[in-house]
């Protein structure tokens, strides 16, 4: 009865309150946004779609319908380029949590100096990506760096070894500079989930005589489970689309062994002005990470319900 | 079940010594509860206890055994926390089965221990529950069944219900004496809430700054407050302590003037005064009468409670003092009353604030 009247009483101010329907109002409330997304994402995004059917370059454009896809589907160097993708994604991000993991453990960890090493593991992240790669370029080189240098100390090679200059060893090097400049960002994050597992928990495992390993384990780790499957999606999607440090370092090369799909993408639509096939290719990315969140927020959704603490 | 007794406990941090040198001898299956305002090192006392900090010096035995070196779980302590530390992504039974877990017991026992605990603790039918899914009292609750599954000597409990409500309190009071009862177990229990002490304790530890101020039952303290700081802190409403000057003094009591010349002869041992000694009477709100030879007392709060109406007021030289009158008392808010009380009821204490024995209280067991 009491929250009746309460609800008509609400009614009425609002009624009284204003001239303009609720309805109304709250459309007007969201239309910036609603604007600002339409000009920088929806927009963008529909005219991608339509030119991915096109033949477009500098001279124009040419309807072709889905041939720009069926091209793709069909070639090797796609498909190829598509698996180191995902190899270089999941090697990077894998590496990128299991360091942040380890790292943001030793920084929660009551030694002396830690607040010190908490700062000194921000530079990779905070300095420009590009000045942080030209740094890498330098260790890499073969007659300057110091890595080659050191492998020739201690007699691993006999002369300068280019490390960006074999297929190989080029695409584990710019997997070693993505992680490089991923991990702080990753660490943390963990860090700050670590920080707000409260101390009781600890106290009470270790009165129960749990050790480190298993407080780690079975109260850490769950505890800051929704942090680690968060940053894996944010990290995983980050390395997908990660272009500065592979075009600095190797732009693609050599003979696309550090080739990923957005690295593809850009030549093909920048470089060589195939505007319809890089768009085809783009969407097609688009398409690879909406499917890619969609399992994320199921893995997100199952996680919360397992180690959640099951408060509505 | 075992006795704990702590020999010349020290602890500092840094340069802040926080216990002084604190000696404690519990008897097996006795309810203790340390008592104390914040920072007393109450808690502090227990997480010694429990190994979960280290004595800067003095032994720590349980069950005549030394534990001071030993790890928590090789001390056979148990311990509830004020947050209750469940773990949240747990089921209660997992909560629960946690320090068997750790132990690697056999599924056939874990259950059977985890089955009894929930059993006492009426929580068999919210084992597959997690503890966001618990109300405050039930995950009080788990927190218990958690120390129980161990079977442990000692059970430590740190203000394990200054998460509840008062009405909440009062029922898992209760509840914990009736578990002591059920388990007889050796307890030490922590709270600032002298309420909780006063009910549940077998004796009581005050402490204030890091001291033992008295160690005895509840009713001990009540009548034989040793020192000015149990006293007051003891009862509820606090005890008054009104300012007098000695006029005569011998070993069968002392006469002495209160604040506004009224005089009284108090049955003390009074043996070390003197007359013109500067003292203070302590005088518990529930013994003060109405209408008797004594003080005038302004009426500044009225709080009538039914049963009860307690009168906040002031002396004539501004002090507090507070009484407890009955229900149907003729008082008014704004006006004065003449309160008195029987000397006998009356303590008193020297100038250093310790208390000179009441010669006519009432003898505690």
Same mark, same amino acid.
């Not at chain 1, 740094?135 to 300057?144: D, P, Q, S, T």
């Not at chain 1, 009470?204 to 942090?227: E, K, L, S």
């Not at chain 2, 407890?324 to 029987?342: F, N, R, T, Y």
């Given at each position: 009865?009491?929250?009746?009247?309460?609800?008509?009483?609400?009614?009425?101010?609002?009624?009284?309150?204003?001239?303009?329907?609720?309805?109304?109002?709250?459309?007007?409330?969201?239309?910036?946004?609603?604007?600002?997304? @339409?000009?920088?994402?929806?927009?963008?995004?529909?005219?991608?779609?339509?030119?991915?059917?096109?033949?477009?370059?500098?001279?124009?454009?040419?309807?072709?319908?889905?041939?720009?896809?069926?091209?793709?589907?069909?070639?090797?160097?796609?498909?190829?380029?598509?698996?180191?993708?995902?190899?270089? @994604?999941?090697?990077?991000?894998?590496?990128?949590?299991?360091?942040?993991?380890?790292?943001?453990?030793?920084?929660?960890?009551?030694?002396?100096?830690?607040?010190?090493?908490?700062?000194?593991?921000?530079?990779?992240?905070?300095?420009?990506?590009?000045?942080?790669?030209?740094?890498?370029?330098?260790?890499?080189?073969?007659?300057?760096?110091?890595?080659?240098?050191?492998?020739?100390? *201690?007699?691993?090679?006999?002369?300068?070894?280019?490390?960006?200059?074999?297929?190989?060893?080029?695409?584990?090097?710019?997997?070693?500079?993505?992680?490089?400049?991923?991990?702080?960002?990753?660490?943390?994050?963990?860090?700050?989930? @670590?920080?707000?597992?409260?101390?009781?928990?600890?106290?009470?495992?270790?009165?129960?005589?749990?050790?480190?390993?298993?407080?780690?384990?079975?109260?850490?780790?769950?505890?800051?489970?929704?942090?680690?499957?968060?940053?894996?999606?944010?990290?995983?999607?980050?390395?997908?689309?990660?272009?500065? *440090?592979?075009?600095?370092?190797?732009?693609?090369?050599?003979?696309?062994?550090?080739?990923?799909? *957005?690295?593809?993408?850009?030549?093909?639509?920048?470089?060589?002005?195939?505007?319809?096939?890089?768009?085809?290719?783009?969407?097609? *990315?688009?398409?690879?990470?909406?499917?890619?969140?969609?399992?994320?927020?199921?893995?997100?959704?199952?996680?919360?319900?397992?180690?959640?603490?099951?408060?509505? | 079940?075992?006795?704990?007794?702590?020999?010349?406990?020290?602890?500092?941090?840094?340069?802040? /010594?926080?216990?002084?040198?604190?000696?404690?001898?519990?008897?097996?299956?006795?309810?203790?509860?340390?008592?104390?305002?914040?920072?007393?090192?109450?808690?502090?006392?227990?997480?010694?206890?429990?190994?979960?900090?280290?004595?800067?010096?003095?032994?720590? =035995?349980?069950?005549?055994?030394?534990?001071?070196?030993?790890?928590?779980?090789?001390?056979?302590?148990? =311990?509830?926390?004020?947050?209750?530390?469940?773990?949240?992504?747990?089921?209660?039974?997992?909560?629960?089965?946690?320090?068997?877990?750790?132990?690697?017991?056999?599924?056939?026992?874990?259950?059977?221990?985890?089955?009894?605990?929930?059993?006492?603790?009426?929580?068999?039918?919210?084992?597959?529950?997690?503890?966001?899914?618990?109300?405050?009292?039930?995950?009080?609750?788990?927190?218990?069944?958690?120390?129980?599954?161990?079977?442990?000597?000692?059970?430590?409990?740190?203000?394990?219900?200054?998460?509840?409500?008062?009405?909440?309190?009062?029922? =898992?009071?209760?509840?914990?004496?009736?578990?002591?009862?059920?388990?007889?177990?050796?307890?030490?229990?922590?709270?600032?809430?002298?309420?909780?002490?006063?009910?549940?304790?077998?004796?009581?530890?005050?402490?204030?700054?890091?001291?033992?101020?008295?160690?005895?039952?509840?009713?001990?303290?009540?009548?034989?407050?040793?020192? /000015?700081?149990?006293?007051?802190?003891?009862?509820?409403?606090? =005890?008054?302590?009104?300012?007098?000057?000695?006029?005569?003094?011998?070993?069968?009591?002392?006469?002495?003037?209160? &604040?506004?010349?009224?005089?009284?002869?108090?049955?003390?041992?009074?043996?070390?005064?003197?007359?013109?000694? /500067?003292? &203070?009477?302590?005088?518990?709100?529930?013994?003060?009468?109405?209408?008797?030879?004594?003080?005038?007392?302004?009426?500044?709060?009225?709080?009538?409670?039914?049963?009860?109406?307690?009168?906040?007021?002031?002396?004539?030289?501004?002090?507090?003092?507070?009484?407890?009158?009955?229900?149907?008392?003729?008082?008014?808010?704004?006006?004065?009353?003449?309160?008195?009380?029987?000397?006998?009821?009356?303590?008193?204490?020297?100038?250093?604030?310790?208390?000179?024995?009441?010669?006519?209280?009432?003898?505690?067991?």
């Amino acid at each position: 009865m009491t929250e009746t009247v309460g609800n008509a009483l609400v009614q009425e101010r609002r009624a009284k309150g204003s001239a303009i329907p609720e309805s109304l109002f709250g459309w007007l409330l969201i239309a910036p946004a609603m604007l600002f997304i @339409m000009v920088i994402v929806a927009w963008p995004l529909a005219e991608t779609i339509r030119l991915s059917f096109m033949e477009a370059g500098l001279g124009g454009e040419e309807y072709v319908g889905l041939e720009n896809y069926q091209d793709l589907a069909s070639s090797r160097r796609f498909h190829q380029t598509v698996v180191r993708t995902f190899y270089w @994604m999941f090697l990077s991000v894998g590496l990128k949590l299991v360091l942040g993991l380890i790292g943001a453990t030793l920084l929660n960890a009551a030694v002396p100096g830690r607040s010190l090493f908490r700062v000194l593991v921000m530079p990779p992240w905070v300095i420009p990506m590009a000045i942080g790669c030209i740094g890498w370029l330098w260790l890499y080189n073969g007659y300057f760096g110091v890595l080659s240098g050191t492998m020739q100390w *201690i007699g691993l090679t006999d002369g300068p070894f280019e490390f960006l200059a074999h297929k190989r060893s080029a695409f584990y090097s710019a997997v070693v500079t993505d992680v490089w400049v991923g991990t702080p960002m990753v660490t943390l994050f963990f860090l700050a989930a @670590m920080q707000g597992v409260p101390k009781d928990l600890y106290e009470a495992a270790y009165v129960d005589g749990a050790g480190r390993w298993y407080r780690f384990r079975r109260i850490t780790i769950p505890q800051i489970m929704p942090v680690i499957v968060s940053m894996a999606l944010l990290s995983a999607i980050f390395t997908f689309n990660s272009f500065e *440090i592979i075009w600095i370092l190797t732009e693609g090369g050599p003979r696309g062994a550090t080739t990923t799909l *957005i690295i593809d993408t850009y030549k093909k639509a920048i470089s060589n002005y195939k505007f319809g096939e890089g768009a085809a290719r783009a969407v097609i *990315i688009v398409v690879l990470l909406g499917v890619f969140s969609l399992i994320y927020l199921f893995f997100l959704n199952k996680v919360n319900r397992h180690y959640g603490s099951g408060k509505k | 079940m075992a006795t704990l007794d702590l020999l010349s406990i020290s602890k500092s941090f840094g340069a802040a /010594k926080v216990l002084h040198d604190i000696s404690l001898a519990i008897e097996d299956r006795e309810f203790v509860v340390f008592v104390g305002p914040s920072g007393c090192g109450k808690s502090t006392l227990l997480r010694i206890i429990a190994g979960l900090e280290e004595a800067t010096s003095g032994q720590i =035995m349980i069950g005549g055994e030394d534990v001071s070196a030993a790890p928590p779980v090789e001390r056979g302590i148990s =311990m509830v926390f004020q947050s209750y530390a469940l773990y949240p992504h747990l089921s209660v039974y997992e909560n629960i089965a946690f320090p068997l877990r750790v132990q690697k017991l056999p599924q056939v026992e874990m259950d059977e221990r985890v089955q009894r605990a929930a059993g006492i603790l009426q929580l068999t039918d919210k084992l597959d529950l997690k503890p966001g899914q618990l109300s405050g009292g039930q995950r009080q609750r788990v927190a218990i069944g958690r120390s129980i599954v161990r079977n442990p000597k000692v059970f430590l409990f740190d203000e394990p219900l200054s998460n509840l409500d008062a009405a909440l309190r009062g029922d =898992m009071r209760v509840e914990l004496s009736q578990l002591h009862r059920q388990l007889d177990a050796t307890m030490v229990y922590v709270t600032h809430d002298q309420v909780e002490a006063m009910t549940m304790a077998d004796r009581i530890v005050v402490l204030n700054g890091g001291r033992v101020e008295q160690f005895g039952t509840p009713m001990e303290l009540y009548h034989h407050p040793r020192t /000015k700081f149990v006293a007051s802190f003891i009862g509820q409403p606090n =005890m008054n302590l009104v300012p007098a000057t000695v006029v005569a003094a011998d070993a069968s009591g002392a006469k002495v003037a209160l &604040e506004g010349g009224h005089e009284m002869v108090l049955p003390v041992a009074a043996g070390t005064l003197s007359s013109g000694d /500067k003292v &203070e009477v302590g005088i518990r709100p529930e013994h003060v009468e109405q209408d008797r030879p004594g003080l005038d007392v302004a009426v500044n709060v009225l709080e009538r409670l039914g049963g009860t109406s307690i009168v906040y007021g002031s002396l004539q030289d501004g002090a507090r003092f507070c009484a407890s009158l009955p229900g149907d008392a003729v008082i008014a808010e704004g006006g004065s009353v003449h309160l008195g009380v029987a000397p006998e009821a009356c303590h008193l204490f020297d100038a250093s604030g310790d208390v000179l024995r009441r010669t006519s209280a009432p003898e505690i067991q």
